[in-house]
């Protein structure tokens, strides 16, 4: 093993297996941590038997899929969250699709108690898909980093890490930098009565990837360089008819050439491409080598990973020629990896900015909505910018931490997290088989009324100290809210960059929403669909 390798074993990677258990400080769980005794784990001689599980029926041909289909299915009018939420008013806590659309079964975990068992069981791991574009993709340019205990090692430190509350201080001003930025465009962008125009989106992607490109790299790739699109008679997108459905819409990037396009540019476009295209998500077009998409997809990851090698290349040269600065932490203990890093960072960077661009445009949805709430934000913020000035320590923002984290509980970016065990293991009382694909829909439990009160209503309190007891965070089940999945190894930073942007665009600005509530679809994350209806009104 070289040396390199063994260096950063001992220096990063010697960590203390984590137990989701307890209250340990270092947690993925959007939840606050409570005490409770695991419950003992049953002989298999007295587990119930898999096909006693209750679920809707397979019927032939068909199998599951007409459950959905109009009309005749039971679950017709529900997509995404909505359906696993039928699923489980209806069968428990566990339901079983015998077969599904594939020959594997599925078990959905609607519990938070049973997920900790299948975690605790250490006999699952997520499932792989070696015919997707992106596997295969890997194994063209000779990179595969989720092989291997080594990598594993490699993403366990990296979590840690960005769970390190000491770590992510560093990146304070570098987030609060771009927040800066990102507000000012937005204020650009508004057209008539202040309503934001079709470039939001955009907007917030080119916020999303610069954010994590600065956690990662340690610099600034130039997202928000340049001057923003302001739509005209001539380049603003047409209006939708209702024979219009099908047709993508293209975000202003996508309508110039290549050449036009700086770095940082052509990674906005990209990382567009493959979120609209859904090429992440496993389906029929990605993993048939035949399909079109398939080929699509293979190529927008190449380009991916060449840019995200090009921006490596730059934050390594700045790393080894500069004074080390606060937001190069990271990238500095990741140092002895060298060359190593580049499929982790351009796998953080595929996984990260989709649900992080959709969080950042739910919680300002759920503000907008709040005008009491959000006002209350806007005044912590004042208090602490007038606190900065008068030369005191800059406090701590907890409403608005507790604005993000409730905005995170109510719009998950997952619906939950999948996980195959490798042997039988015992869940709920129930033997399940190896082999079964198992899905803690942690999306569902995060909006259970079981688990938090008012479940489905923007109650930032929850979060604070002087919240009202009934309604308090910390009487949910640790595993309750888990809104980037068990083990996302960014979720102890989403926070903080999200309120870096509230803090920033509530100094400025108010949000309002003048418009029908929008539609909400699950495709590879939780996203809300446009026409947006956002209006940022100068704050008094």
């Known amino acids: 093993m070289p040396k390199p390798t063994i260096l950063i074993r001992q220096s990063l990677f010697h960590q203390p297996r984590r137990h989701i258990a307890g209250s340990s400080s270092q947690r993925t769980s959007t939840s ?17 038997p898999f096909n006693e599980i209750p679920g809707p029926i397979a019927l032939p041909m068909l199998r599951h899929s007409a459950h959905v289909l109009p009309r005749i299915g039971s679950y017709h009018h529900t997509v995404g969250l909505g359906l696993l939420e039928g699923l489980r008013d209806k069968y428990g ?15 959905y975990v609607f519990d938070p108690e049973m997920m900790r068992e299948v975690y605790e069981s250490y006999a699952t791991e997520p499932p792989r898909f070696e015919k ?13 980093p989720v092989h291997g205990d080594e990598n594993k090692a490699i993403w366990a430190a990296i979590r840690a890490l960005l769970q390190d509350g000491s770590l992510l201080k560093c990146y304070d001003q570098a987030f609060d930098g771009i927040a800066a930025d990102i507000t000012r465009r937005l204020g650009d962008l508004r057209h008539a009565e202040n309503a934001l125009n079709e470039e939001l989106e955009t907007e917030i992607y080119r916020w999303a990837i610069e954010t994590i490109g600065m956690m990662i790299f340690g610099i600034r790739l130039g997202c928000l360089d340049g001057a923003v699109h302001i739509p005209t008679a001539d380049n603003q997108k047409p209006e939708k008819t209702s024979m219009d459905d099908e047709i993508h819409d293209l975000c202003s990037l996508a309508k110039r050439s290549l050449e036009e396009l700086t ?29 079109p998409t398939f080929n699509s997809a293979l190529k927008a990851f190449d ?37 190593r890093i580049l ?69 998950p970016a997952t619906g939950g997290v999948v996980r195959r065990n490798k ?14 694909d198992i899905v803690l829909a942690h999306g569902v439990t995060s909006k259970s009324e079981k688990q938090w009160g008012r479940a489905k209503a923007f109650v930032p309190e929850r979060w604070c100290s002087e919240g009202w007891e009934p309604l308090k965070a910390s009487r949910a089940h640790p595993l309750a809210s888990m809104p980037f999945g068990e083990a996302c190894p960014g979720t102890g930073a989403v926070g903080k960059m999200l309120s870096s942007l509230t803090t920033r665009v509530l100094d400025k600005y108010r949000l309002e929403w003048h418009g029908p509530a929008p539609s909400m679809a699950t495709v590879g994350v939780n996203r809300m669909h446009p026409p947006y209806y956002f209006v940022l009104q100068n704050a008094a």
């Open 93 to 107: 806590d566990l339901v079983r699709l015998a077969k599904a659309s594939r020959s594997r079964p599925v078990l």
């Open 303 to 339: 380009r991916h990973f060449t840019l995200t090698e090009h921006f490596l290349t730059k934050a390594l040269n700045s790393l080894n020629s500069e004074e080390l600065r606060p937001e190069q932490v990271l990238l500095d203990k990741l140092r002895p990896l060298q060359r």
């Open 263 to 291: 770095p940082a540019e052509r990674l906005v476009r990209c990382s567009r491409d493959i979120a609209d295209g859904s090429f992440l998500v496993r389906s029929e077009g990605t993993l048939n080598p035949e399909n």
């Open 32 to 48: 606050p941590q409570r005490r409770n005794v695991a419950a003992p784990r049953l002989a298999t001689s007295a587990a119930r």
């Open 423 to 436: 042997e039988p293991i015992i869940v709920g009382g129930y033997e399940i088989p190896a082999g079964v």
């Open 132 to 144: 997707s574009p992106l596997c295969q993709h890997r194994k063209v340019v000779g990179h595969c």
């Open 343 to 411: 499929p982790l960072a351009a796998d953080i960077l595929l996984a990260g900015v989709h649900p992080l661009a959709q969080t950042a445009l739910n919680m300002f949805y759920q503000l907008s909505l709040h005008a009491a709430r959000q006002q209350r934000a806007h005044d912590e913020v004042h208090w602490s910018i007038a606190s900065r000035e008068a030369g005191c320590d800059t406090p701590e923002l907890p409403y608005v931490a507790a604005c993000a984290r409730e905005a995170m509980r109510l719009h």
